[in-house]
């Protein structure tokens, strides 16, 4: 575990491990008791390191993983992770894999179905587990109601795969004016995974929630929920952008983007700061250069006054357009309080949250997480 003092690195992304156990506590204590989770670590974990964060949650009661693509379960399988890890979009090519690494296919259409059996078959394999994703209503992939009867057939015909579990996605968990869409896919899913248990002859697994869900939707929980943005610190229940005022009673922040001064100069009013002149000095100032810019996932569109960083208890804004490997913000209202060179900068975290980002920049917090580049030194703190 490093420590921010050993770092070397001016611009991090800082990880806090403690708040990624308490945030998976606070799903936990919103679930039954035997209602297994399964956390999903795609995208290198939302951005902030598969490994770290899987191992954290195999040490503290998740019950499986899930990952988007083959690959990304190969490598947390190389790292030594052995919780069972879903890959959530099986492709063709990368079943060898899966099998390989002993990691579980989702299955969403029938040709995927018949490409895992013939592999499986190829490879004397047995009773592997699989997942069926039958589509409710998002409508992006999956199985269509219709083709469960067909399904079943395919299934009954061999022994080298069995159903473990049988899920769905909910298009809009998190929006009050569509609950009535999500409760007619979640009753949709009842009654197909009920149908294909049927034909089948054996019981599945049901697992249907997202974070939102799982929050918002408790009563369909089934024997699994699949617990994602949640885990990194973002809450659906107090879900407004105000600055600082959005910090759910039930999750912790977990990621702090940091920077330090690289350097300060004075500037005088009338001159302009950045590519294209767009940062015009309306008075004399100070400036500050952060090393970070748009190559290391600080959008271009916070520039120029958009946004603002918060260093020693000040908030400062960006002036000026991003540039590729930093960005200029304006001190001149702090000079007074001492801020030096190398003194540290926060561009989200506590103080300037993602869900704020999110809202400038119109998008949702999982991108400005996901955007984070891997050039950005991922440190682990536990406190
Ligand atoms: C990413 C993902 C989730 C997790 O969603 P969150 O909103 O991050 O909780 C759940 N299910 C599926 C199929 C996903 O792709």
Redesign the pocket.
Known sequence: MLCREKIDDYTILEVNLKAIIDNFNYFRSLLKRDTKIIC?V?ANGYGIGSYELSKTLQNNGADILAVALADEGVYLRKKGIHLPILV?NTEKYSLNKIFQYNLHPCIYNQNILDATIVETKKQDILHYPIHLKIDTGMHRFGFNPEEIPDVAKILKNQNNVFVQSIFS?LAATADPFLDYFTNQQIKLFIYLSKQLEQLLGYQCQRHIL???GIERFPDAQFDMV?????LYGISVCTFSHTMGKDRPYGVKPVAVLKTRILQIREIKKGETVGYNRNGILDRDSFVACLPVGYADGLNRHLGNRCCQVFIGGHLCPIIGNICMDSCIIDITDITNKKIVEGDEVEIFGKHITINFLAKKLQTIP?EILTSISQRVKRVYVKI
């Open positions: 999903m795609k959530m996605h997202n974070s939102a699949r617990l994602g943005i949640g999982y």
